[in-house]
């Protein structure tokens, strides 16, 4: 077995400046993921020729796959570097070098980060949120019954990673596409029995600009979820709602 790992990071020190690629060989140990081996890099950011360089800028917090902050490319593919093992990475020979770069259809802010503000500004377009009036105390919420219990929770495992908008061929400057999470989460609120009084608002900004139109159900984002969210359906059933959200407005005019 190697006793080193090659590593390929695309680099950028600012939005601006050109994108570089730096080799580094790490230690090998048992056991290590992407974001173990960029804290190696740190502990000692010397590149393969010897060059002091410096620690890998990334975003990284829960290292449980909860949080979403540390998704970037990894081998080309989109996905956490917290669950992303090296001993699954290095090919069958465990020779091949690991390539790391910062998501490609987000504004790079530095080497593996990425500003991705974007989907929290569509999550605003669509009102994503149980509204509450007030902050006193307003008693116990309305019932759910188990069957909305099971349709939500797998919705509310949304982690905004972003690998569902990175991966889907419509998310793009062209279409303003809000992108498959967006939509997940504007069906999670809508069954909500608190969330629902906006449901129609909801429904209304998915049938504008960069909305549910706009999706060509490649299902891509389906397969890169890493938290496995029913896309497809949601993305079915909220087409299903816009339209008959759009017919009722035809004739209330």
């Known amino acids: 077995m190697a006793q080193s790992i090659k590593v390929e990071i695309k680099r950028q020190s600012n939005p601006n400046s050109p994108a570089t690629t730096e080799k580094f060989e790490v230690p090998y140990r048992p056991g290590m993921n992407i974001t173990s081996l960029l804290g190696e890099i740190a502990l000692n950011p010397v590149d393969v020729s010897g060059k002091q360089t410096t620690p890998i800028t990334y975003d ?36 091949q070098p690991i390539t790391l ?97 906006l449901k129609e608002e909801r429904l209304r900004a998915l049938a504008g600009d960069g909305g549910i139109q706009e999706c060509s159900f490649a299902q891509n984002c389906v397969q890169a979820c890493p938290k496995e969210l029913p896309l497809t359906e949601a993305i079915s059933d909220m087409g299903r709602d816009v339209f008959v959200q759009q017919v009722k407005d035809l004739f209330t005019r």
């Open 60 to 95: 990284s917090n829960c290292l449980e796959e909860i949080c979403g902050s540390c998704a970037m490319l990894i081998n080309g593919k989109a996905r956490m570097a917290c669950s992303a093992l090296v001993d699954k990475l290095r090919g069958p020979n465990n020779d």
């Open 101 to 197: 770069a910062p998501l490609s259809k987000f504004p790079v802010v530095r080497d593996l980060a990425v500003d991705r503000s974007v989907l929290f500004e569509n999550l605003k377009r669509v009102k994503a949120w149980v509204p509450i009036d007030g902050s006193y105390d307003l008693g116990a919420g309305p019932r759910q019954a188990p069957q909305i219990q099971e349709q939500r929770y797998p919705l509310s495992n949304c982690i905004s990673c972003t690998i569902c908008m990175e991966v889907c061929p419509q998310f793009n400057d062209v279409t303003n596409f809000v992108g498959a999470a967006t939509i997940a989460q504007a069906k999670l609120f809508n069954i909500d029995p608190s969330g629902s009084v």
